[in-house]
């Protein structure tokens, strides 16, 4: 069972940066894919990000660019870097974890959620 714990949300303003951490349980995390999906209220939960093995990352068009996945596995830490942050950025974040060690950008590519983060852009 891998445990994921998120923090690092809050309240910014727009044009502004936030750094997102995933904190994992286990020993393998090294070989576990990560991602972070993220759902604003009233629309469905939709892919953010992955990154497998070390260096392996892809991601959504929306934030291409502005957002950076990056994990230590010292740590056992994914992290998400989110610049230029804009109103359309706000919702829950949420970490997931592949057993598979493969990703992808759909929720049933993951065993495990972390319980979310609340990111908030203001104009």
């Known amino acids: 069972q891998v445990q994921l714990v998120e923090s690092g949300g809050g309240l910014v303003q727009a044009g502004g940066s936030l750094r997102l951490s995933c904190a994992a349980s286990g020993r393998t995390f090294s070989l576990y894919a990560m991602a972070w999906f993220r759902q604003a209220p009233g629309k469905e939960r939709e892919f953010v990000a992955h990154?497998?093995?070390?260096?392996?990352?892809y991601y959504a068009d929306s934030v291409k660019g502005r957002f950076t996945i990056s994990r230590d596995n010292a740590m056992n830490t994914v992290y998400l870097q989110m610049n230029s942050l804009s109103p359309g950025d706000t919702a829950v974040y949420y970490c997931?974890?592949?057993?598979?060690?493969?990703?992808?950008?759909?929720?049933?590519?993951?065993?495990?959620w972390g319980q979310g983060t609340q990111v908030t852009v203001s104009s």
């Open positions: 997931a974890a592949d057993s598979k060690g493969i990703g992808g950008s759909s929720l049933s590519d993951y065993d495990y």
């Open positions: 990154i497998v093995r070390i260096a392996w990352t």
